[in-house]
């Protein structure tokens, strides 16, 4: 039967969370949904829920009939509104374990505002069922506690970041999402325009050069919460659409730049959670990071830092190790102070499957306890060598070695950089409660592509390059350091940036270092190449990605626990099911023919 709207003329008066026990006495009205039930005869105990929390309803003997009658009917999930007064519990119904655990409401009249059919799984904390099921029936799962405070906190990050930068004196600007197509960068997603049969435009994958513009158009400081797309393969930090923290500065130096941005840090999380992040951040560079920890975004709240051997093993009869050493390679350890006693023989082994991931040939150890000493290579090195090896590594009894070597140093950093995560992992040294900050500095500009045999960029084309490496363009590009930072939290890239190139001619230089042809340049570039002719401010910024921000504050493991509706590994949404086929008409008002289908 059609019935009209159960909900006229009700007004609430509080959220479910409000109340304390100074509030008994008091007449409320309240709505939300029906977390549990349960009837013992002639008392029912309803718990209602809403975004604040939860309240217990109790219908008894003061209740009216119909009303009782109507409140046995109800499930987990029903939609209902209420009226009643708060009221002290019973002595034996007091639960001190949960929040207004001593108060209740005894209701007086009761709307049943939309039945529920029994979800497929229950809406609570720390739920266990798998994360398909979540996704495809998100709007229930976004009902459970923790996804409440998840939003909620991303709802409060973003707020307090809006008044930062507002404070700073950034306006907030929005730039375009439909932008020319550029292909540095990710992939881009395309969008085909009707009214230009064959002609696409690219979902913006970063404000970047807009943001460029209006530092040229004179508005010194700008900041935008903006969306990003890039068709990138997924990984649980990686979203293909997702949320940055962008912002631009005028007339200002390295210094400048992070010094505003560590302080927004500061500022947040002091307002936020009430911490105080000590400033300045530490600042590495980019060659003492790799150096040090074996990656451009270490993670400093453990130790086991990289140590250089290839002096000790240069000559020695051990070929794995010289021989590395001789075509230019390195050979590195990582010493695991005082842990032999909780890296068992069968753990090892199972690292060093771990680091073949990275493409390491093999992982070789050694390792001293009371009973002696073990080595998958100490036998095919001289007392001396193994003697300087332990003098490098300030190697005791009681700790265990880890050496990689290859011919590339990227594989060593790569498989040494994750085997210290993974070892700290492992033997649980990672203080969850600790937020280390700190800088890299002077990335490399370049980066040489195998799948495009050339040079890109590392961080954009519109990167700086450092004063000092200028010369170094004409005859060793690679070796060019970038004015460019990137941010770091507990080994996460948080946010980078970089002063940018604003002399038409510098542009154009890297422009063809990167393998355009003047041509080429101009065909993608030509805007920004013509607008360096009218007068352009030194400018820099960078861009935070909101979403893994939130994510490392609220302590969750993938991006999907702070984005509402979120992508899965094959960038589908399993609630709507997007991507989706569209029809032939669709198609051929944009001048489209789909040459191959997923279904095919
Ligand atoms: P970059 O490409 O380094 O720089 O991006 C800045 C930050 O955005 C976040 N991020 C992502 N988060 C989720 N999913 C993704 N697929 C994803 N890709 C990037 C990261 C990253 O640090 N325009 C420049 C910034 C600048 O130079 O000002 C840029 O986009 O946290
Ligand atoms: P092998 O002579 O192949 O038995 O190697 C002796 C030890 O050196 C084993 O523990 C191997 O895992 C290790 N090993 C082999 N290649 C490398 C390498 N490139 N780097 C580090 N250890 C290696």
């Not at 994958?205 to 400081?221: E, F």
């Not at 094959?570 to 001048?591: G, H, I």
């Amino acid at each position: 039967m059609l019935t009209g709207n159960r909900f006229s003329g009700f007004k609430r008066s509080n959220y479910c969370g409000d109340f304390s026990a100074a509030d008994c006495g008091k007449k409320v009205a309240l709505c939300g949904w029906v977390q549990a039930y349960r009837n013992l005869g002639g008392i029912l105990f309803i718990r209602l829920r809403d975004r604040s929390g939860i309240i217990q309803l109790h219908f008894g003997e003061k209740t009216d009939e119909k009303v009782f009658a109507d409140a046995t009917t109800l499930r987990a999930e029903d939609v209902i509104a209420i009226t009643g007064t708060v009221a002290l519990r019973a002595e034996k119904d007091i639960n001190p374990d949960i929040p207004f655990g001593d108060i209740e409401i005894e209701v007086d009249t009761l709307r049943i505002l939309s039945k529920s059919q029994t979800p497929p799984f229950d809406i609570v904390e720390n739920s266990n069922v798998s994360e398909d099921l979540r996704l495809k029936y998100r709007y229930l799962d976004l009902r459970r506690p923790d996804m409440q405070y998840n939003i909620i906190m991303r709802h409060r990050i973003t707020k307090i970041t809006q008044d930062y930068y507002d404070k700073k004196g950034f306006l907030t600007i929005e730039t375009p999402m439909m932008i020319k197509s550029t292909p540095e960068g990710a992939r881009d997603y395309l969008v085909p325009s009707r009214v230009h049969p064959g002609k696409f435009y690219a979902l913006a994958q970063s404000p970047q050069l807009y943001k460029q513009l209006l530092m040229l158009a004179g508005y010194d400081r700008y900041m935008q919460i903006a969306r990003c797309f890039r068709d990138e393969d997924l990984r649980a930090d990686r979203q293909p659409e997702f949320t940055q923290i962008d912002l631009e500065m005028s007339f200002v130096s390295m210094d400048e730049v992070l010094e505003i941005n560590e302080g927004f840090i500061k500022y947040l999380f002091k307002n936020l959670l009430d911490i105080d992040i000590p400033t300045p951040f530490l600042r590495l560079t980019y060659k003492e990071a790799m150096d040090r920890f074996g990656s451009d975004k270490p993670d400093t709240r453990f130790g086991f830092e990289l140590k250089d051997i290839s002096s000790a093993v240069a000559n020695s009869e051990f070929k794995v190790f010289s021989g590395v050493v001789a075509s230019g390679g390195t050979v590195r350890a990582i010493n695991a102070k005082g842990c032999a006693a909780s890296l068992p023989r069968r753990e090892i082994d199972g690292l060093a499957d771990f680091v073949k991931t990275y493409r390491a040939k093999g992982l070789a150890w050694m390792k001293e306890t009371d009973e002696g000493m073990t080595s998958s290579f100490a036998k095919f090195l001289s007392a001396e060598e193994i003697e300087n090896i332990k003098k490098l590594t300030d190697f005791e009894n009681g700790d265990v070695l880890f050496v990689v070597a290859d011919a590339n140093p990227m594989v060593v950093y790569n498989s040494l950089g994750a085997l210290r995560c993974e070892l700290a992992k492992r033997l649980d040294m990672i203080d969850k409660k600790q937020f280390n900050f700190l800088w890299v500095t002077e990335f490399p500009m370049f980066e040489y592509s195998e799948t495009e045999d050339r040079l890109t960029a590392m961080h954009h084309p519109f990167t700086a390059p450092m004063d000092a490496d200028i010369a170094l363009l004409e005859t060793e590009p690679q070796k060019v350091r970038a004015d460019a930072y990137d941010m770091v939290l507990n080994g996460s890239e948080l946010g980078g940036g970089s002063l940018r190139i604003y002399d038409a001619e510098l542009q154009a230089k890297i422009f063809n270092i990167l393998g355009f042809t003047d041509e080429e340049a101009n065909e993608r570039f030509g805007f920004l190449l013509n607008a360096f002719k009218y007068g352009v401010p030194p400018h820099g910024g960078m861009a935070f990605g909101l979403d893994r921000l939130v994510m490392l504050i609220t302590g969750c493991d993938s991006l999907r626990g702070v984005i509402p509706f979120p992508k899965v590994q094959n960038a589908s949404e399993l609630m709507t099911e997007c991507p989706s086929f569209v029809d032939d008409k669709q198609l051929a008002e944009l001048s489209i023919a789909v040459s191959k289908n997923e279904e095919e």
